[in-house]
């Protein structure tokens, strides 16, 4: 048994004209490899798409690749990721499946408040696989919470089963803050476990099998550009053991340069980049600059990006994208800056201000927060008439908020 895991695929996720067709290239790359590897399913573990309305051209060309895989007997299993879904819960996973180009695992039913989930059987080789869905704040802790796992302990077989969370054991170093769900509230005596949210690849040994996060097939910000290089995903396989090789995935090569700016100035600075880059050639990779601390003299706009963003662009770079957040000079006061993605920092601010309103628990207030913040972050659909979509809204505020409106 061979099987492809991928995770965070994130289609249509960079808006830059140079690098918004970057996941879909990925995600073509990455099922070539699993024909040339003749994998006998693929599992997509969330996050399919960057957003729940994705465009139709990226659509358009998924779809065409979903039914090229079908058309080798390839069978696709997914469960839908917090990026999937809109704030009324609908996901473009259900279009996909409804048309036979993949199949959502994650099914089942509520009795006496407990999540009973079924297992999806792979016709070819027998593998058995479900999964959790994740959402948007988390709120698919109340899932694990609400598991049957006795039920899926019990079943025989090699069985998969899908998440698409952290897992407080195994966060990766520099995202400890994120929220996540320990391994006690998953169900035990799966061979994989196939994670997905993390945007960092690992894999560990865990109970008879294997636990892994597949990071992103292509990496989605500033961030995991430098730190990660590219995406990848894993191929499976199961001999005498479980084995799970990781694929890189190469779209575009990336050269990180970081200054610290600290004691130079401006042109201190511009002098050290242009230094730095003058022997190379950059071949089509992505060029991230990153500069960091107090100029001693001169303001950060007196570097002239422009001559070296010409100077890249020359050398042949792809895309050259810089981060001066943490960027100050002494001229100014500091200013204190901490690198955070939008949801830590969101969240962040929630903390802060809870236990403002009366009724509310805390905890109750933070999800609260977070689901009416999902709902209110939504675009108005293609074709909806702003009327239907102020109404959409409002609906989908009142019901979070259990008001009449
Ligand atoms: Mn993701």
């Given at each position: 048994m061979k099987f492809a895991h991928f995770a965070d695929v994130h289609l249509g996720s960079w808006r830059d004209p140079k690098l918004s067709n970057a996941s879909t290239e990925a995600f073509m790359k990455a099922v070539g490899i699993c024909y040339q590897q003749n994998v006998d399913f693929i599992i997509i573990s969330g996050d399919f798409f960057n957003t729940a309305l994705p465009s139709i051209d990226c659509l358009k060309e998924v779809a065409k690749k979903l039914k090229e895989i079908k058309d080798k007997s390839i069978p696709v299993y997914a469960i839908a990721g917090s990026h999937d879904f809109s704030p009324t819960g609908k996901t473009m996973l259900d279009v996909l499946e409804n048309a036979g180009l993949l199949v959502n695992v994650m099914r089942g039913s509520v009795v006496d408040n407990k999540l009973q989930l079924n297992f999806t059987v792979d016709e070819k080789t027998g593998a058995k696989i479900t999964g959790v869905i994740g959402k948007k704040g988390m709120l698919e802790r109340k899932y694990f919470e609400s598991l049957d796992r006795e039920k899926l302990e019990a079943e025989s077989g090699f069985k998969i089963f899908m998440f698409?969370?952290?897992?407080?054991?195994?966060?990766?170093?520099g995202l400890e803050k994120m929220d996540s769900t320990p391994l006690s509230e998953f169900p035990k005596g799966f061979d994989y476990y196939a994670g997905g949210h993390v945007h960092e690849p690992y894999k560990r040994e865990y109970g008879r099998g294997l636990i892994a996060n597949a990071g992103p097939l292509f990496p989605n910000n500033f961030?995991?550009?430098?730190?990660?290089?590219?995406?990848?995903?894993?191929?499976?396989?199961?001999?005498n053991i479980l084995n799970a090789d990781f694929q890189q995935i190469m779209v575009h090569g990336v050269f990180s340069i970081s200054v610290d700016c600290s004691h130079k100035s401006a042109r201190e600075v511009e002098a050290e980049i242009i230094e730095g880059i003058s022997d190379k050639s950059f071949d089509?990779?992505?060029?991230?600059?990153?500069?960091?601390?107090a100029l001693e003299s001169g303001k950060p706009s007196e570097i002239n990006f422009k001559s070296i963003y010409d100077m890249l662009y020359a050398k042949s770079a792809?895309?050259?994208?810089?981060?001066t957040a943490?960027?100050?000079?002494?001229?100014?006061?500091?200013?204190?800056t901490v690198a955070q993605s939008v949801e830590e920092t969101e969240e962040a601010v929630i903390k802060e201000h809870?236990?403002?309103?009366?009724?509310?628990?805390?905890?109750?207030?933070l999800l609260l927060t977070k689901s009416l913040m999902n709902a209110l972050n939504t675009e108005k659909a293609e074709g909806e008439t702003t009327a239907i979509f102020e109404g959409r809204v409002k609906e989908d505020a009142s019901r979070i908020l259990r008001v009449r409106m």
């Open positions: 698409h969370t952290a897992v407080s054991e195994f966060k990766p170093k961030r995991e550009l430098e730190k990660l290089g590219c995406g990848g995903f894993y191929i499976v396989e199961k001999k089509n990779a992505i060029v991230t600059i990153r500069l960091e601390g792809h895309f050259v994208m810089k981060n943490a960027l100050t000079s002494s001229e100014f006061e500091e200013i204190k809870l236990g403002q309103f009366k009724a509310a628990l805390p905890d109750d207030e």
